[in-house]
């Protein structure tokens, strides 16, 4: 696996979910005035403006909402991978995230939506953010 | 209803290079006023408006003012991606009509062909910079701008049953087009495509696939480019050399990535509505769809959004050769577009000048008659964060 691109701090909306993928949690805000899922993170709640959120801990299951694979692109890391998918997942919680669904022998062939996939923590370099990947269950 | 007429497009001008070495996009820009302004019947003196999307130099329209060397009464330095002329228009339209300034300018120039920019390909945003709340969510997945394009088009598919094959029919209509357009022909030439020839939906299906399930020939091309026009008062309209194109009608919205929505659904499915209702027009009134085509899903979206046809049938409203000039029915993208045209990043100046030169009676591929015409650009990132702005546009 290339090393993928890592992300970059200070950058106070993102940081507890990384830290949350470092302790090999999925974790997403919601809203404790209104109780909407807050999704990408944010320092505010994007449906009342709240500034209150609570952290909890997502399952880490969903499915794909939609996808694509990747067959060009001259972004070092990603130009040597072959081919690779990209993919909105919806988790069960009720937020979509970008993602990747890995472990599949071919991504074009195997991948399809609607399919039921779990986040796993992909390692990285020494010291590096894992980042959350999608596996079909 | 009745129509506000108190603003024209006045004088229009397209940058002929596609691929344009050792010429810097304010380059492209200040030729492309002048140019304007020449066909307008008006001269360098008259300007009291600037609209610029900061495309040439950092600073946009305060720049811009500071080069040109005027001091104009009206500066706008609007910048929502490729949409940003739309939303322009809409806004130098209204300041005209407030009685804000007389003659406004909108220029657009860029080299992203000689720069060798891979617009589609590289990484959605810069490998440098700080993260912030977006970018240091996606940035791991190595998702290009075609990938997230194709994330769309992949629902689409699935939700409706639209094939690759109708979606063709959009590459095939604008590559007839473009092939009567010898800007177009040169350069499809200069930045060596394949074929420069027409093509067909087969032609699309054996294409290679850059992002699945977009193949080469459903993405537009990367070239140099540019252009301007002059937006101005009924009283300088009057004057003008050519006759006015009025705008009727506008509107802008955005769009953006959440939580179980449909991503199969643009920024175009707000904006349109208002521009058609403030125009007093409906869709099936239009003769000249121009709809921002970075790629086929881009323009079958939008197509849907605007109301030319229902969510979802699209597929059946593009197919073959039906959306070409010489076919009944609407005709889009008749310069050639953004698949077979140009493309230099930001192409929402192309659908205005090319509108205005289908209600002039001036283009290569003239739909005899055309009264009502329509600009939808599309900015940013169509499965992720995006623009809308529509114009509506009528000759006299
Ligand atoms: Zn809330």
């Known amino acids: 696996m290339p090393k993928r691109p890592q992300p970059r701090f200070p950058e106070p909306n993102s940081q507890p979910f990384w830290e949350g993928v470092r302790e090999g949690e999925l974790r997403y805000p919601t809203c404790d005035a209104c109780s909407e899922v807050v999704f990408y993170p944010r320092l505010h709640c994007p449906f009342c403006g709240s500034r209150e959120l609570s952290w909890k801990v997502s399952r880490g299951e969903g499915s794909v909402y939609t996808y694509s694979v990747v067959r060009q692109n001259r972004m070092p890391g990603f130009i040597e991978l072959g081919a690779y998918s990209v993919a909105y997942i919806d988790l069960d919680e009720g937020f979509r995230m970008l993602s990747s669904v ?4 071919d991504p074009t062939r195997d991948i399809h939506i609607g399919q039921r996939v779990k986040v796993e923590f992909e390692p990285q370099e020494e010291g590096d953010y894992p980042i959350p990947v999608f596996r079909p269950i | 209803m009745a129509q506000e007429r108190s ?3 006045v004088g229009i001008h397209e940058y002929p290079l ?3 070495p050792g010429v810097s996009a304010m380059d492209i820009k200040i030729d492309s006023i002048r140019a304007a302004l020449d066909d307008a019947g008006l001269s360098w003196g008259d300007i009291d408006a600037v609209y610029d999307a900061g495309d040439g130099e950092a600073g946009g329209g305060l720049q811009l003012s500071a080069y040109l060397g005027l001091r104009p009464r009206v500066i706008d330095t609007t910048q929502v991606g490729g949409s940003s002329f739309e939303f322009q228009a809409a806004h130098a339209w209204r300041d005209i009509a407030a009685g804000r300034c007389r003659v406004a300018i909108l220029s657009y120039g860029s080299t992203s062909a000689s720069n060798r920019v891979a617009i589609g390909t590289g990484s959605m945003r810069a490998m440098g910079g700080a993260g912030n709340w977006q970018s240091n969510m996606e940035l791991p997945y190595g998702s290009t701008l075609i990938a997230n394009y194709a994330l769309v088009k992949q629902r ?3 939700e409706y049953g639209t094939t690759t094959e109708q979606l063709a029919g959009i590459s095939v209509a604008t590559r007839r087009h473009a092939m009567r357009n010898p800007d177009a022909v040169r350069a499809m030439t200069d930045l060596e495509f394949v074929g420069v020839n027409e093509i067909t939906a087969q ?3 054996e294409s290679r696939i850059v992002a699945d399930p977009l193949h080469l020939l459903e993405c537009c091309m990367i070239s140099d480019g540019g252009g301007a026009l002059v937006i101005a008062s009924p009283e300088v309209a009057r004057d003008a050399r050519k006759p006015p194109v009025w705008i009727i009608g506008s509107g802008e919205a955005t769009k953006y990535r959440e939580n179980g929505g449909d991503i199969t659904t643009s920024a175009g499915a707000q904006s349109g509505p208002a521009a058609f209702g403030q125009a007093g027009v409906s869709p099936d009134e239009i003769d000249i769809a121009m709809i921002y085509d970075s790629f086929t899903i881009t323009v079958a979206v ?10 979802g049938e699209v597929g059946e409203f593009a197919a073959g050769d039906r959306l070409a ?3 009944p029915g609407l005709a889009l993208n008749t310069d050639g577009g953004g698949l077979s045209s140009n493309h230099p990043g930001m192409r929402g100046i192309f659908l205005l000048l090319e509108s205005v030169r289908q209600l002039r009676g001036e283009s290569h591929s003239q739909v005899p ?9 599309n900015g940013g990132s169509l499965g992720g964060t995006h623009t809308g702005g529509t114009v509506i546009l009528a000759k006299d």
């Open chain 2, 325 to 327: 000039f010489d076919r």
């Open chain 2, 18 to 20: 596609r691929v344009a």
């Open chain 2, 369 to 377: 008659g055309a009264r009502l015409a329509v600009a939808h650009g």
């Open chain 2, 302 to 311: 939008c197509l849907e959004d605007l109301g030319f046809c229902a969510k």
């Open chain 2, 203 to 205: 032609d699309v299906l």
């Open chain 1, 102 to 105: 890995v472990g599949v022998d």
């Open chain 2, 156 to 158: 689409h598919m699935h």
């Open chain 2, 7 to 9: 603003a024209a497009i």
